[in-house]
């Protein structure tokens, strides 16, 4: 129903910045909630965070004050702004999206993007 695409990632050097966005399509998209996740070399996938269709997010411990999450209902679009970056960081990042108003559980996401590839050098 939701078709996902990421797009920003690339080589920062640490303490740096950078912003990665998902497009959705679909007109419903409002009414969904947006999962950050990502998943490093030889690791798990791992919850970074999540904003709901009423605009209120919440973060993982390992990102909470540095990454800011965003949405752009009438551009189908959510950002994940990311400040001060770490070597750990690095990681392939997806965007999710759930119709049923969940947050960190990833089994909860119907819809996931192809990932795109963030890496922090040290």
């Known amino acids: 129903q939701v078709q996902l695409v990421e797009s920003g990632g690339g080589l920062v050097q640490a303490g740096g910045s950078l912003r990665l966005s998902c497009a959705a399509d679909?007109?419903?998209?409002?009414?969904?909630?947006m999962g950050w996740f990502r998943q490093a070399p030889g690791k798990g996938r791992e919850y970074v965070g999540a904003?709901?269709?009423?605009?209120?997010?919440e973060y993982g411990d390992s990102v909470k004050g540095r990454f800011t999450i965003s949405r752009e209902n009438a551009k189908n679009t959510v950002h994940l702004e990311m400040n001060s970056l770490k070597a750990e960081d690095t990681a392939v990042y997806y965007c999710?999206?759930?119709?049923?108003?969940?947050?960190?559980?990833?089994?909860?996401?119907?819809?996931w993007g192809q990932g795109t590839r963030v890496t922090v050098s040290s």
């Open positions: 999710a999206a759930s119709n049923v108003g969940t947050w960190s559980d990833s089994r909860s996401y119907e819809h």
């Open positions: 679909g007109r419903t998209f409002n009414t969904y909630t």
């Open positions: 904003i709901n269709w009423t605009g209120s997010s």
